[in-house]
């Protein structure tokens, strides 16, 4: 067993090398070689979620590294061996986290001093880029804040992050400036609040400093600023945040900033700052899809060092939509009631919690989830994959042409002119309304909508359901045109 320890000790060094520390300690922490016989070297897992994500995304290079050593290799498996997860067992190999830098705090960040008492608090360093999980709706703002990270004052500059309350912008936000310092350890970095910012001006007016303020700002090389939309009617503080704009970006300086909406939508902003905050990257950052939902889970569930019911998790990401912070508060309820109660968490329990932190839920839904599906089947047993054959978790079979033939008929068109490319309103918003649905209720992928809908490629999809989610937050037909199909489908 020795031997293989040593040998499996040396691929983990290896593969530490081709990824960050935090995600290398995440997915190999715990991990132990179990059996080499027949060419084939068997590593224990700890749990089901580290064995998914180390097979799938590290199988390969895993068995070519092994090659390496082990001539005669002929595969590489993993095995589920809960025991791998107590303190005393010697089979595992342990793997030290990461040291952390010494560093003066206040108020949960770091904290920045410029001399003559100012201070600026910092990031948090919990907020990492490597443990943001973007999936499809947003690779775009990840790419961007990676592409900010290695090249600060480079070609995103300014890089204006906006979306929705809870979906992850503070996280990029801050992930961007720990990674930048990684990277560039001598850069300044300093991450505030709007309110901050402005509170930090009117202390300066009143105390007479506003020229140590002025030349506090303009030494960092990353000025990052949260909920610029707080900024309001404060004419002192825009003034005085458009000039420090205007310096830092002459000198080549990062700017990053982050608000609820985009530039064009901050009514309140005056129109010099709205200006330049077009000038460089502006992306929005999207609610995730369902498989994003659930990969956010099982990787708190990681970070937590807890095992939940893969269905519990499936029912907290179907039902918790629009918010990654109201994802994981859902998330933390449940497991303080395994941790406090002592008990198992159950569909019925995260349910529960669903109805008390994020929204209301049916009362028929505990059923639907636990009663039996048409044909017999026990809906808790279909799992996360029950949606990718066209089931959804509340109950009802239904798939793409059924959602299609539905609104056609709704709308009294053709499921022709669905598919087809006719741009006359009364064709494309029935059109736009079809993918969104598709992609709201079977969570299917842009592409695999785009090409049920003539062949059409995935930004098209995501602008149709970009348009209707817009749509639905102000248009009252539309409301009652979805709640009608929906009820058609027997979704209501």
């Given at each position: 067993?020795?031997?293989?320890k040593d040998i499996w000790?040396?691929?983990?060094?290896?593969?530490?090398?081709?990824?960050?520390r935090?995600?290398?300690?995440?997915w190999?922490?715990?991990?132990?070689p179990?059996?080499?016989e027949?060419?084939?070297?068997?590593v224990?897992?700890?749990?089901?979620?580290?064995?998914?994500?180390?097979?799938?995304?590290?199988g390969?290079?895993i068995?070519?590294?092994?090659?390496t050593?082990?001539?005669?290799?002929?595969q590489?498996?993993f095995?589920?061996?809960?025991?791998l997860?107590?303190?005393?067992?010697?089979?595992?190999?342990?793997?030290?986290?990461?040291p952390?830098k010494?560093?003066?705090?206040?108020?949960?960040?770091?904290?920045v001093?410029?001399?003559?008492?100012?201070?600026?608090?910092?990031?948090?360093?919990?907020?990492?880029?490597?443990?943001f999980?973007?999936?499809?709706?947003?690779?775009?703002?990840?790419?961007?804040?990676?592409?900010?990270s290695?090249?600060?004052?480079?070609?995103?500059?300014?890089?204006?992050?906006?979306?929705?309350?809870?979906l992850?912008?503070?996280?990029l936000?801050?992930?961007?400036?720990?990674?930048?310092?990684k990277?560039?350890?001598d850069?300044?970095?300093?991450?505030?609040?709007?309110?901050?910012?402005?509170n930090?001006?009117?202390?300066?007016i009143?105390?007479?400093?506003?020229?140590?303020?002025?030349?506090?700002?303009?030494?960092?090389?990353?000025?990052?600023?949260?909920?610029?939309?707080f900024?309001g009617?404060?004419?002192?503080?825009?003034?005085?945040?458009f000039h420090?704009?205007?310096?830092?970006y002459?000198a080549?300086?990062?700017?990053?900033?982050?608000?609820?909406?985009?530039?064009?939508?901050?009514?309140n902003?005056?129109?010099?700052?709205?200006s330049?905050?077009?000038?460089?990257m502006?992306?929005?950052?999207l609610?995730p899809?369902?498989?994003?939902?659930?990969?956010?889970?099982q990787?708190?569930?990681?970070?937590e060092?807890?095992?939940?019911?893969?269905d519990?998790?499936?029912?907290?990401?179907?039902h918790?939509?629009?918010?990654?912070?109201d994802?994981?508060?859902?998330?933390?309820?449940i497991i303080?009631?395994?941790?406090?109660?002592?008990?198992?968490?159950?569909?019925?329990?995260?349910?529960?919690?669903?109805?008390?932190?994020h929204?209301a839920?049916?009362a028929?839904e505990?059923?639907r989830y636990?009663?039996?599906?048409p044909?017999?089947?026990?809906?808790?047993?279909?799992?996360?994959?029950?949606q990718?054959?066209?089931?959804?978790?509340?109950?009802?079979?239904?798939?793409?042409?059924?959602v299609?033939?539905?609104?056609?008929?709704?709308?009294?068109i053709?499921?022709?002119?669905?598919v087809?490319d006719d741009r006359?309103k009364?064709i494309?918003?029935?059109?736009?309304?079809?993918?969104y649905?598709?992609?709201?209720?079977?969570?299917?992928?842009?592409?695999?909508i785009?090409?049920?809908f003539?062949?059409?490629?995935?930004t098209?999809?995501?602008?149709a359901?970009?348009?209707?989610?817009?749509?639905?937050?102000?248009?009252q037909?539309?409301?009652?045109?979805?709640a009608a199909?929906?009820?058609?489908?027997?979704?209501a």
């Open positions: 067993m020795e031997d293989l000790r040396g691929a983990l060094k290896v593969i530490e090398q081709t990824m960050a935090t995600v290398f300690v995440t190999f922490q715990n991990t132990a179990l059996r080499y027949g060419g084939n070297f068997v224990g897992m700890p749990h089901v979620f580290a064995k998914e994500q180390v097979q799938k995304q590290y390969a290079r068995m070519d590294i092994l090659k050593q082990l001539t005669d290799l002929q590489v498996t095995e589920v061996d809960a025991a997860a107590n303190t005393d067992d010697e089979r595992k190999i342990e793997l030290k986290a990461e952390t010494k560093m003066r705090r206040v108020a949960g960040g770091q904290e001093s410029f001399g003559d008492g100012l201070r600026s608090r910092t990031l948090q360093g919990r907020y990492k880029l490597d443990s999980i973007p999936g499809r709706n947003n690779r775009l703002p990840y790419a961007a804040s990676q592409a900010v290695t090249s600060p004052g480079g070609i995103y500059n300014p890089l204006f992050l906006y979306g929705q309350v809870g992850g912008k503070t996280h936000l801050q992930g961007t400036g720990n990674q930048i310092i990277n560039h350890p850069m300044l970095i300093v991450y505030i609040t709007s309110e901050n910012f402005v930090e001006v009117v202390e300066a009143r105390g007479r400093k506003m020229k140590e303020f002025k030349e506090k700002y303009r030494r960092v090389d990353c000025l990052i600023v949260d909920d610029i939309q900024f009617e404060r004419p002192s503080s825009q003034e005085e945040f420090t704009f205007n310096d830092l002459a080549g300086k990062q700017i990053i900033i982050s608000s609820d909406r985009g530039p064009k939508e901050l009514q902003l005056d129109d010099r700052l709205r330049r905050f077009g000038m460089g502006v992306v929005e950052v609610p899809e369902y498989e994003t939902r659930l990969a956010i889970l990787n708190k569930c990681m970070q060092g807890v095992i939940i019911d893969p519990v998790l499936s029912c907290v990401a179907y918790v939509e629009e918010s990654v912070r994802l994981e508060g859902v998330l933390k309820s303080a009631c395994m941790q406090l109660e002592k008990i198992q968490p159950t569909v019925e329990i995260a349910l529960e919690k669903i109805r008390q932190i929204k839920v049916d028929n505990v059923r636990t009663g039996a599906m044909g017999g089947v026990p809906v808790g047993a279909l799992g996360a994959g029950a990718r054959q066209g089931v959804a978790t509340r109950g009802f079979v239904r798939n793409i042409d059924l299609m033939t539905t609104v056609a008929k709704y709308y009294n053709s499921k022709q002119d669905l087809g006359r009364e494309l918003v029935p059109r736009q309304m079809c993918m649905l598709i992609r709201k209720e079977l969570d299917e992928a842009y592409e695999k785009g090409a049920d003539g062949g059409k490629n995935h098209t999809v995501l602008h359901c970009n348009k209707i989610h817009k749509m639905l937050q102000t248009d037909r539309a409301v009652r045109d979805l199909i929906r009820e058609e489908l027997g979704l």
